[in-house]
């Protein structure tokens, strides 16, 4: 592991940055752990959410951007309740995320790519299509046969229609995406 | 009149953001000031002096410092006007640092601010008048309030001194918390061989007269003179015959009582003795439970008791004491830590308190000394302990440190160790905080010579389990910060370091005390770092941790050091009182008689002048509040040194600046 110069590696405007858009004071945070504790996905992460915050905590943009622990987090927001100083964890890796999608970094493109066929079939219908958001992510990722086995069970169960459910106010949830949209241009 | 005006740089606290030299400029175009100018350090001796050799050189009959807050430097220059020859109340202070330059960068306005509070001190001093102190008796004995440690030191020093103590407990024996632990850090040494003595001496000193199982129920007066009553609550025993010997804690048939003592992990008897070494040792009877007062059946402790000590009709007594001082002792109780529903919440029976642990290790406590736990009595194996469980702890309202947790908990992972050696102790902590002599090398020695794993993280949640043969287990899930990783402990037996707050009632205590207290029951003192164990309502000192978190020595030197407040207080033959005081205009004087509802202090009284009903103010009890003054219709009735034109002309001032 390369020695950080602190000094130099040090991005202040980058915590303010994060602090900003997730309306969190992370200097608030003591390093106590308790999001690492509680977190459901910490077997897997190549972070610890608590390293994540520490990261921020120091400026260090590439450390807290760059990372698989972002996109394999569940939102579940255990951090956020575990948390003894109330920061809300959950919407500060949230705010990470995007960031790391602004700046192209992010490391696991399929589970982006998930999320995008999610919201596309979300903007489409006003729902989530479960068979659109399969094969939008396929398309995407040119893979996903893995989880096929699935489906005749999901069919029978009829978890997974063939035609979408369309909602009243498909429009409104649309128009959320479309001024969304233009807020980031 | 000739007045003389200092403007203090205060180093560069002042002189920073105030041009104190044009301030002193601008008050000599003041009325009556003949005299101003700036100085580097005013309460500094050489600063002292130039205001003595200006009174003398000047002929000054009143001086104005402007400078800081009068809270700490009042006094002192009132000593310097003295010394000069001056009535210390023909001063008056400006505060132009709290007031001004703290608080606003720009030069100019501060400036102009500044000369403006001079003003306001310059017309108020033009109509000060001297004031003399009137003398008054002081009763020389002291009232402390809490039996545990610090209230313990605290009474047995005032007493070697021969001042009369009066200690009240609430519980039906001293000892404290400090009676309820095994061991203590950092010597091990255990805890009744070192306290015992101590309460033994409480019982037979002759200087202090003990009220176990009662509280203070009001106090009146003021400094020197107090008026105590104390509630004895009834213990059903006539304790001038009990003996202490137990018979009727043997026979009574009600057993399930939960034993308090024992932090309730035990039952006791409705009748009963909390520990051995109790003082007084005297049979308690607990109504909630006693079948003869409930039920009107039973009476077996009448039975058997051989000296006929039981009273089933006994009634609280008010008792009359009178004091000059008060220390306040009450300690601490730990916070409900029963709101951390991710640790249980109190529902796992093998999830307990420290205290709970402690009394499980002591070798009078329910389980003789024996570590077992209490779900099934199993021997545990694998024990965690849990710092900071409401402790810095935002989320639930609890940001202190408890300051003594690191300390105990290595003391009990040692404990566990001695009593267990195969057994595993794992120690979630935070920081370790171990800054007391020799406090360090002893929670080295947990890890270095007793292999206590200490874990650096929080725990997130206990989760209870059942494992393949058929025991219930609790799944420790926590973190190590150091290794970056989730951890998790399938531990037999987890030990909370529970937070502390101030003693139940505590708030309640402070109010009729008349002293401050913050959100979490701890009293306030009266200067954080220089009067520690004073309060600001003169006469009453604290000791222990019912002033904030602290170990037992930093509690007992609390304690002592509230008792030598006491004995400076009573080694002078009489006490002054303060003269800024109510004074009543008889001639504009009604007698209303509302003065003398509102008055606090029962220091107003009326009298008969010439057949005519009027208010008089009964100078050595009035403390100068002012309530009257604002009640009066006449405003006949003014605080000397506070009166209506003084504050009025220091309106005026301002309102022609």
Known sequence: ?185 | MKIGVFVCHCGSNIEATVDTAAVARIALTYPDVVFAEDTMYTCSEPGQENIVQAIKKHGLDGVVVASCSPRMHEPTFRRTVERAGLNRYMFEMANIREHVSWIGRDREANTNKAAELVRLAVEKLRRDAPLYAKQFDVTKRVLVIGGGVAGIQAALDAADAGIGVVMVERESTIGGKMAKLDKTFPTIDCSSCVLAPKMVDVAQNPNITLYAHSEVESISGFVGNFTVKIRRRATYVDWDKCTGCGTCTEKCPTKNVPDAFNENISTCRAINIPFPQAIPKKATINPDYCRKIKEGKCGVCAKVCPTGAIVYDMADEIVEEKVGAVIAATGYDLMDWTVLKEYGGGTYPDVITSLQYERMMSASGPTAGHIHRPSDGMEPRNIVFIQCVGSRDCSIGRPYCSGFCCMYTAKQAIMTKDHLPDAEAYVFYMDIRAPGKMYDEFTRRAQEEYGVQYVRGRVSAIQPTVRPDGKVGYIVRGADTLLGKQVEVDADMVVLAVGVEGSHGAGHLAEILRISYDHFGFFMESHVKLRPVETNTAGVYLAGVCQGAKDIPASVAQGSAAAAKVMALFSKPKLENDPQISLVDIKRCVGCGKCIKVCPYQAIEEVDVRGAKKAHVIETVCQGCGLCTATCPQGAIQVAHFTDNQILAEVNALCQC
């Open chain 1, 1 to 185: 592991m390369n020695t950080i110069r602190l000094d130099k590696a040090r991005d202040p405007a980058f915590k303010r940055q994060v602090e900003k858009e997730s309306g969190q004071n992370l200097s608030l945070c003591y390093q106590c752990g308790n999001c690492t504790a509680g977190c459901p996905g910490a077997q897997v992460y190549d972070r610890q959410v608590s390293q994540i915050m520490r990261a921020v905590q120091l400026g260090l943009k590439e450390e807290a951007l760059k990372n698989r622990s972002l996109w394999l987090c569940l939102s579940c927001s255990t951090c956020s309740a575990r948390c003894p100083n109330d920061i809300d964890v959950a919407a500060v890796m949230e705010t990470l995320r995007m960031m790391a999608r602004r700046e192209g970094w992010v490391q696991d493109r399929p589970i982006e790519s998930f999320w995008k066929a999610f919201l596309d079939t979300v903007k489409y219908t006003g729902r989530s299509y479960e068979l659109g958001v399969m094969a939008d992510y396929m398309a995407r990722t040119l893979r996903g046969w893995g989880n096929l086995e699935i489906a005749p069970m999901a069919l029978r169960k009829n978890k997974m229609p063939f035609v979408p459910s369309v909602i009243h106010g498909r429009e409104e949830v649309a128009r959320i995406f479309k001024r969304y949209a233009e807020k980031r241009s």
